[in-house]
């Protein structure tokens, strides 16, 4: 009787242990097989699924008139799924929460001035799609600034946490801190500053906007910069896609028209 007892008690134990093992070998599966096909499942549903701010102008952004999320970025990736065949998606996270976002699978791709110098090892990335480096911004009757080294002893409005403001001091300047580049550019026209540092694209797209013509980009300094759409890593043939949508772009020159769009002149090179 112990030995029939022990017998069903074994092979119920078995069953169970196979059962689990299959089910830990699907799941394992099925984990490290979704992004080997995540285009496949992207393409049967149509829609590309995107994470972006929405708060970061004029990449970014949601219009007040329209009250519709749109931008550089937001536009650049419109057309790369409609190259695609697909519906663009956006759902919008803040920053800090942006690559856990697309770590957990919430959205397919982030699209939002993403650098990829020091994610490279986490994360898959595209092709670049902008360049852009640090300008030196001053009056726009102010011929005396044309290289870094006229820089020193100038004195220059920067917000004291950014890199623009390491750059500036690095040049010799003397700084005046200040909350952003809007309070930079009017202190310059004021006469108290004779320069800021700030980002190539967001100030071409400030004179552009604003129509203001009593400040000029003085120079340009520093490394250029790329940004790209970041994906999981394994994202395969879905970065491979988005690549040759860009290529395309760029080739019949789309990216150039949307570039021009927003800040006045091509900003993918």
Not at 14 to 25: F, M
Not at 236 to 250: F, I
Not at 255 to 262: A, C, D, E
Request: aromatic share 8%; charged share 30%; net charge positive.
């Amino acid at each position: 009787m112990k030995k029939a007892i022990f017998a069903v008690l074994m092979t119920l134990l078995i069953t169970v242990t196979a059962a689990c093992g299959a089910s830990g070998d699907n799941a394992d599966n099925k984990n490290t097989g979704s992004d080997k096909n995540l285009w496949s499942q992207i393409k049967d549903k149509g829609v590309l699924t995107i994470g972006t701010e929405g708060t970061y102008e004029p990449f970014t952004y949601h219009d007040k008139k329209a009250d519709k999320l749109t931008g550089y970025d937001v536009e650049v990736m419109q057309e790369v799924a409609k190259r695609l065949g697909l519906k663009a998606e956006f759902k919008e996270t803040q920053w800090d929460s942006m690559f856990a976002g697309l770590n957990s699978k919430r959205f397919d791709v982030i699209a939002n001035q993403v650098g990829k110098k020091g994610r490279e090892d986490k994360y898959d990335f595209s092709d670049p799609y902008t360049t852009s480096q640090a300008v030196v911004v001053t009056k726009a009757d102010n011929n005396s600034l044309k290289s870094e080294k006229d820089v020193k002893g100038k004195k220059a409005a920067q917000s004291l946490t950014s890199n623009y403001n390491d750059l500036a001091k690095k040049a010799g300047a003397n700084i005046e801190g200040v909350e952003g580049m809007a309070q930079s550019f009017q202190l310059i026209q004021q006469g108290r500053v004779d320069l800021t540092y700030n980002d190539k694209l967001a100030v071409l797209n400030y004179l552009k906007t604003s129509g203001n013509k009593n400040l000029k980009i003085a120079f340009e300094t520093g490394e250029p910069q790329t940004t790209h759409f970041a994906f999981r890593k394994g994202s395969g043939e879905l970065v491979d896609k988005v690549n040759s949508a860009l290529k395309d772009m760029k080739e019949d020159g789309t990216l150039s028209k949307i570039g021009k769009k927003w800040f006045g002149e091509n900003v993918t090179q």
